[in-house]
């Protein structure tokens, strides 16, 4: 079976910073995959954080977040990270890491079909 497994959820004051992984297993990661950061807080729609394309490393990520928020990924560990830096109140909501074979990476939340079962981020004043 895949699996997604995500960490590094937590509480933090708003300027705070959080990374958060997520470890693929269960297939040949970096296979022409698409890997990918979303959340959604209460009452909200899931949104797109940001992807990376595993064989070649190219990112995207959303203007909503600015340049606070960065994706890697160490390729060799099948494990992806968002860095989350200068959090705000308003970033407070459940991560979630999700996959899917390759093309176009910064696609809707349901092109996704391989999902992990969220981290709680939580952003206070």
């Known amino acids: 079976q895949v699996q997604l497994v995500e960490s590094g959820g937590g509480s933090v004051q708003a300027g705070g910073s959080l990374r958060l992984s997520c470890v693929a297993s269960?297939?040949?990661?970096?296979?022409?995959?698409?890997m990918g950061w979303f959340r959604q807080a209460p009452g909200k729609e899931r949104e797109g954080v940001a992807t990376?394309?595993?064989?070649?490393?190219?990112?995207y990520t959303s203007r909503t977040v600015d340049g606070r928020f960065t994706i890697s990924q160490e390729y060799d560990k099948n494990t992806i990270y968002l860095q989350m830096n200068s959090l705000k109140p308003e970033d407070t909501a459940i991560y979630y890491c999700?996959?899917?074979?390759?093309?176009?990476?910064?696609?809707?939340?349901?092109?996704?079909?391989?999902w992990g079962q969220g981290t709680q981020v939580t952003v206070s004043s």
């Open positions: 990376i394309r595993t064989a070649d490393g190219y990112t």
């Open positions: 269960g297939y040949i990661y970096g296979s022409n995959r698409c």
């Open positions: 999700a996959s899917k074979v390759a093309g176009s990476c910064w696609v809707h939340p349901s092109e996704f079909n391989n």
